[in-house]
């Protein structure tokens, strides 16, 4: 397929009135795209949206990717460009590679839909490339977004990491605390900056929809991975607590903080920053 102008390229996004996928569908009509949605209430259907437009951005929750994938592949239209913004990768692009004639990569926006577009990371991982591609990865850096490349495998290991681990300790805190019946509002009149912190993410990943984090932990096989290593390793500390012993505690400790010493000053350097912000 010839390069489109941007005036010329059809846009057709599934689940564009999802908060990210009007997301996507706003700011690629302000570029001057022709954009078309579909979702559970609109006329045009996730298959005529496939065999009508020049890149097919897909998204819906984690758990309905692959049916959606499974019911417009064979819609697909020539040429075209095929891609997701889904938080595993491995699933969505195995699916999305099954369409014939037509060019795939897997996408995934590294930020919420409440922060925008300018300077935010998106993942890329390339499967079959093309013209289009290069349309959609200059579209996308028009929007003002950071292109991040990697593999399909070293995307969903990276993520079990900065996702599925992060989030696994978050929720296990908000759940102990809950469990304890822990009085939130006394501790956070009290506490330090550094415990306001971890609080507060506590309940900025608490007040989101519990089916997408539940999905990025169970649909991720390094994440139900790294979940048992997190266990064994609260296992290790927690022994050494209940043991009272402080040498076997001092020496995990001084493990952990070689291991991160390349980035222990930043760290200071920025949360001190961020504890000015929180006083402010």
């Not at 049916?67 to 417009?72: D, L, M």
């Not at 300790?169 to 822990?182: E, F, M, R, V």
């Not at 290593?229 to 001084?254: G, H, L, P, R, T």
Request: proline share 2%; aromatic share 6%; glycine share 8%.
């Amino acid at each position: 397929m010839d390069t489109k102008s941007n005036e010329k390229l059809i846009i057709g996004v599934i689940g564009g009135k999802g908060a990210m996928g009007k997301l996507f569908a706003d700011a690629f009509t302000d570029l001057g795209c022709k954009v078309i949605i579909s979702d559970i209430d609109t006329e045009i259907t996730n298959k005529e949206l496939a065999s009508n437009s020049d890149i097919i951005i897909i998204s819906v929750p984690i758990r309905k990717t692959r049916e959606v994938i499974r019911e417009i592949v064979p819609f697909v239209k020539k040429g075209s460009l095929l891609t997701d913004l889904t938080s595993v990768k491995e699933m969505p692009v195995e699916e999305m590679t099954k369409a014939k004639d037509c060019e795939v990569v897997g996408g995934h926006p590294l930020f919420g839909p409440s922060v925008g577009l300018k300077n935010q990371n998106f993942i890329i991982c390339k499967e079959r490339t093309g013209e289009i591609y290069k349309e959609y990865i200059s579209l996308l850096e028009r929007l003002g977004i950071k292109i991040i490349y990697m593999s399909v495998a070293e995307h969903d290991m990276q993520m079990g990491v900065i996702q599925g681990l992060t989030h696994f300790s978050n929720i296990t805190l908000g759940n102990t605390l809950q469990n304890i019946g822990y009085d939130i509002e006394k501790g956070e009149s009290i506490s330090s900056p550094v415990y306001l912190m971890r609080l507060y993410g506590v309940g900025r990943i608490l007040d989101q929809d519990p089916e997408l984090y539940s999905d990025i932990q169970i649909e991720n096989k390094y994440a139900r991975e790294l979940a048992k290593k997190y266990v064994e390793s609260s296992k290790q500390i927690c022994d050494a607590v209940n043991a009272k012993d402080k040498e076997s505690f001092e020496k995990i400790f001084n493990k952990s903080k070689d291991y991160f010493k390349k980035i222990n000053k930043k760290s200071m350097k920025k949360t001190d920053d961020m504890i000015k912000a929180i006083n402010n």
